[in-house]
């Protein structure tokens, strides 16, 4: 989703890549994100069954993928923030997981959640920071019929009051797995690397400051 708050961003970042041909439009955008691909990795990796599906509303074959893998109807449904920005499109894609697999428990998370709690579904159940642990944990507890209130990084609405629970180490870069990008039907002909996890400076409006690693 655009958001105006990122053109100069955008901008100052594409100014490196000014005057070299690119194939299209959407060189930056048909790749995977790297991100679900970790979390689909790790969970696949201890015995859960994840499939990621990226870029449904510009896409018309992952739109179609969602479809079909909702009607399956899952145990759990997770929702990307990192390019989503209102609430409007967080209830049509909530919504649509309602119609199609109503059972689902939905988890959100992503920095779009991190720092705008209207991005945090009444519904969902919303990880806080990097979340392959945190996810693990949290799916486990509730296939278990667990109680969840000790898991770290988590917020989530109790008889409608918002809580979190503390926050912890989540994540650390050198635990995260080799991302298996043979997860997509058509395995990715370019892909992302991440060499660093947050940042180090503080930024107030953004959630990826603080706890550095490279």
């Known amino acids: 989703?655009?958001?105006?708050?990122?053109?100069?961003?955008?901008?100052?970042?594409?100014?490196?890549?000014?005057?070299?041909?690119?194939?299209?439009?959407?060189?930056?955008?048909?790749?995977?994100?790297?991100?679900i691909t970790l979390l689909a990795t790790h969970l696949n990796r201890n015995?859960?069954?994840?499939?990621?599906?990226?870029?449904?509303?510009?896409?018309?074959?992952?739109?179609?993928?969602?479809?079909?893998?909702?009607?399956?109807?899952?145990?759990?449904?997770?929702?990307?923030?990192?390019?989503?920005?209102?609430?409007?499109l967080l209830d049509e894609i909530t919504g649509l997981v309602r119609r199609l697999s109503p059972d689902s428990r939905i988890i959100a998370g992503g920095p779009g959640s991190e720092w705008n709690i209207s991005l945090r579904p009444a519904e969902a159940i919303t990880v806080l920071g990097p979340g392959e642990s945190t996810l693990l944990s949290?799916?486990?507890?509730?296939?278990?019929?667990?109680?969840?209130?000790g898991i770290p990084n988590l917020s989530?609405?109790?008889?409608?009051?918002?809580?979190?629970?503390?926050?912890?180490?989540?994540?650390?870069?050198?635990?995260?797995?080799?991302?298996?990008?043979?997860?997509?039907?058509?395995?990715?002909?370019?892909?992302?690397l991440q060499g660093t996890r947050g940042c180090r400076r503080s930024c107030g409006f953004c959630s990826y400051s603080g706890d550095f690693s490279a």
């Open 1 to 35: 989703e655009f958001h105006p708050f990122y053109r100069d961003i955008n901008l100052y970042f594409q100014e490196a890549l000014r005057g070299v041909p690119l194939p299209d439009p959407g060189f930056f955008f048909k790749p995977p994100p790297l991100g």
């Open 156 to 192: 989530y609405y109790e008889k409608g009051i918002l809580k979190e629970t503390p926050r912890a180490d989540n994540s650390p870069l050198d635990l995260a797995p080799a991302p298996d990008w043979g997860l997509y039907p058509v395995p990715p002909k370019r892909v992302s």
């Open 138 to 149: 949290l799916l486990k507890a509730l296939k278990a019929g667990d109680d969840i209130s």
């Open 47 to 88: 015995g859960l069954s994840a499939v990621p599906v990226h870029n449904f509303f510009s896409r018309e074959d992952n739109k179609l993928l969602l479809v079909k893998r909702l009607q399956e109807k899952p145990f759990a449904v997770g929702i990307s923030t990192t390019h989503l920005f209102t609430k409007t």
